[in-house]
């Protein structure tokens, strides 16, 4: 049997295969070993008889045995393979031109020089013209490589199978090429409908930053720690804000000599409870903290009614943009008066144009043109907070609902508090918001409620109400 060296193949290839001299010439020859030459795994072929015929520089680079040395040597006894177990990995190997498909195998194989490497193959049948078996090919390759790929793998399949949190995998053009469960649960939609879309469709707030970091990372790589991304995710039921840690990894090639990006992936949990969590936290400990202020600002004030007021720049930080103190015309109301003859006269107000402390409405003592059905009155007669927006309309009917409720022009969320001490009600505190603020909402009516308690207190103890005629 004569042997190609260079190419480490055998010029007999079958029955009735052409060699490297036949129809196809040299050049055939040449292009099969370039083949078994480029292949990542090592291969190796033997003909029916055990002999070798192939053998490629990924097996010489695991073994240490050149092709000059491998091709035409019978079997592996010897050489490759220990001869006490050569009778036994020989046999396997040549069991695969009798099976079916393909076959799996673990053993040791020798190094040129005397180690051993622990081996996977994978052999099957080579059939010749008249479709008997002719050989058996084998492809190996060193178990911890073997078990590093099945290892990848597998955490592929799982990240995109069973795992509890979000993974995409973004192409260089910016749109999602593979979705798993979790992250198309989040996106609200399936797994295939997101795929090629762009994110635009799928959030209505978050897009630019989201997609800014996707660019980052193919230009520059991965972040060196996860960022917390607010989205607005659009949904049947309307936009849903979310906040997702999200985590950023570029994607490149590993056949190419240099780095190409294929495109990044994208990690992400959702992490909206415990945001707001902290977020509600934080304001929590702010308007407490605002709270302990104004008590010892308000205690060094000589005018209790002085003191109302520092209690009402206090609470404005963080809060609300306007705000207005109302006390009941005559002096107070009791619980059992008719709410509806109630009038109320301006104490103290925030100056509507540029931001400053508020200011004492003077001592006109008129009544304010509080139309039937205010809020104002309204909290009054419920004795409760009242909150009230001007909801989604053009700027003119918004500038008009406020100003015919004799409030600041830019004002379009209100939340008015009782002034209520002794027992009595002397009037309403009223948080004024404009429309770069969100509405008032119910975690906001237990601060205005402490606030009310202050102001009134001080209030009842500026003498501004006349003594019980009891």
Known sequence: MSASRRSGTTDELGPDEPGPDGPEGSGGSDLLAALLDGMDAALCAFDADGVVTHWNREAERILGWSAEEAVGRQGFAGWAVRSADAEEVEGRLMSAMDAPGRQVHEFALLTKDGGRVLVRTQSAAVRGPDGKPAGVYCAFSEVHAQIDLERSIA???????????????????LRPAVVNAHAARALGTGRTSVL?????ELLAQGVEELEGAFTHVLAEGAPPAPAEIWVSVRTPEGDKRRCWRSGFLRLASPLAEEPVPLGVGWLFQDVTEAKQ????????????NQLHRAARAAAECEDPAEAATVHLDFALAGFADHALIDRVAGGELSDTEPAGQVRLVRVAATPAGAPGPSLPAGAAGLPVRYAEGHPALQCVERIGTVRASVGSVAAEQA????????WPADAVHALCAVLRSRARTLGVVTFLRGSGRSAFERSDTAFAEDVAVRIATALDLAGLLPPDKD
Do not use: C, H
Not at 277 to 288: T, V
């Open 196 to 200: 090629g879309r762009p994110l635009g």
């Open 155 to 173: 955490l592929s399949e799982a990240l995109f199978e069973d795992a509890s949190w979000g993974v995409v995998l973004v192409d260089a053009d």
């Open 399 to 406: 500038r008009a609902w406020a100003v015919s409720r004799q």
């Open 277 to 288: 969590g902290e977020q509600e936290a934080a304001l929590l400990r702010f308007r407490s």
